[in-house]
């Protein structure tokens, strides 16, 4: 059958010019050289080929992966976390120039869990990082939109490996403190910071105990002009609120700083905070072990991720959930006994 032609308005040059770019594609070869080179276009394209649904792609950026590998894992990850309006943004554009002006390479990434709702990223605020964007020796790359969590942190964790071999030492990964994410970003970094502001609650900062246990410092951003008064009395109130907080495995003692993302001033003792947890961690091998349990970690979530996935993708699974739906809704059979019933048919 004859397909459908192309209306009159197309513009025949840029078609033509779309064509000619799908058909370079790299090889998984040329990818992971161009990685290795530092090439920042490649590793783009390669963490592309990650976040596609193709399966063929996801085979191509296996491999990549898998070559990669061995040149990864040599830098410092960091997570930060921090509610909306914390100044997570403003605090990367500091931190991360404080660092490239040290002749590091710095990528950003982020999970977050609200980019399947709007499409969008936290990271889309690159206003707030007009610096560092435009940083040679900077990536910053948005969470992958439309995905589970458990898709975006695999995704992103993935993506690490990655920047790992293009030669950049530090990287940082950006989430929002609501819901289940800073778990995820927990179980993929070796320190985490948590920003918070003065004044404000813990509810009203919407942060539950159970992140603050996560942290390995709190920074109380904004601690500037009118603000510094109530910021300073933050941190003596977090610093004895910690002490209730069972000791770390790390044996690090989690520390509470203040900091003026705005002003680019405490952030320079962040990063030498950072330095002297990373020398504590490495000596009693604490750092080791961390990264070796969570790849464990990431063995299990990725089966079970891969299960889930594989068992609700199935057409016949498809046809008959909905089946079971629908006898639930009438009180026909159980919730045990439909899930029974389901996992049995494949
Ligand atoms: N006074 C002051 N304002 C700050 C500071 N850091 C950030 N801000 C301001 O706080 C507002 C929010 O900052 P962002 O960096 O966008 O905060 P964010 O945590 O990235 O927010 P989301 O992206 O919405 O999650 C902006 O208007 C910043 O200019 C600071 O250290 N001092
Ligand atoms: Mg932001």
């Known amino acids: 059958m004859d397909g459908i032609e192309n209306p009159e308005i197309t513009n025949k040059s840029s078609i033509s010019k779309i064509q000619k770019k799908r058909k370079a594609q790299l090889t998984v070869d040329e990818l ?32 990549v992966i898998k070559q990669c590998l061995p040149h990864a ?3 410092v990850r960091i997570g930060i976390t921090g509610v909306p309006g914390a100044g997570k943004s403003t605090f990367i554009e500091a931190f991360g120039k404080n660092l490239t002006n040290q002749r590091k390479k710095v990528a950003v990434l982020a999970v977050d869990p ?21 940083d040679k020796n900077a990536f910053i790359r948005p969470s992958p939109s439309g995905e589970s969590l458990g898709g975006v942190a695999r995704k992103t964790r993935e993506t690490i490996i990655l920047c790992e071999a293009a030669g950049f030492d530090t990287i940082i990964i950006e989430t929002v403190g609501v819901g289940q994410s800073e778990t995820a970003v927990h179980s993929m970094v070796d320190f985490f910071l948590l920003l918070k502001l003065a004044g404000a609650g813990d509810e009203l900062q919407g942060i539950k105990r159970g992140i603050i246990e996560l942290a390995d410092a709190i920074a109380i951003n904004k601690a500037d002009g009118d603000n510094l008064k109530r910021a300073k009395l933050a941190k003596v109130e977090f610093n004895r609120a910690l002490h209730f907080y069972p000791e770390k495995e790390s044996n690090w003692q989690p520390k509470v700083l203040l900091c003026s993302a705005l002003k680019n001033e405490g952030i320079a003792e962040i990063w030498n905070m950072i330095l002297e947890y990373l020398e504590l961690t490495k000596k009693n091998k604490y750092l080791i072990s961390k990264r070796q349990e969570q790849n464990k970690f990431w063995l299990i979530q990725t089966i079970e991720e891969q299960l889930k996935n594989e068992f609700f993708n199935h057409s016949k699974i498809k046809i008959e959930l909905k089946k079971q739906l629908e006898l639930i809704e009438s009180n026909k059979t159980t919730p045990f006994a439909a899930a029974d019933y389901l996992l049995g048919l494949k």
């Not at 990685?35 to 920042?40: M, P």
């Not at 399966?55 to 491999?63: D, G, R």
């Open 32 to 63: 992971v050289n161009g990685i290795l080179n530092g090439n920042i276009t490649t590793l783009s394209r390669a963490i592309t080929l990650i976040e596609s649904k193709n399966p063929t792609h996801l085979e191509k950026a296996n491999q």
């Open 73 to 75: 894992n040599n830098s």
């Open 114 to 134: 609200s980019s399947s709702l709007n499409k969008g990223s936290i990271l889309g605020d690159k206003t707030r990082m007009e610096e560092l964007v435009k």
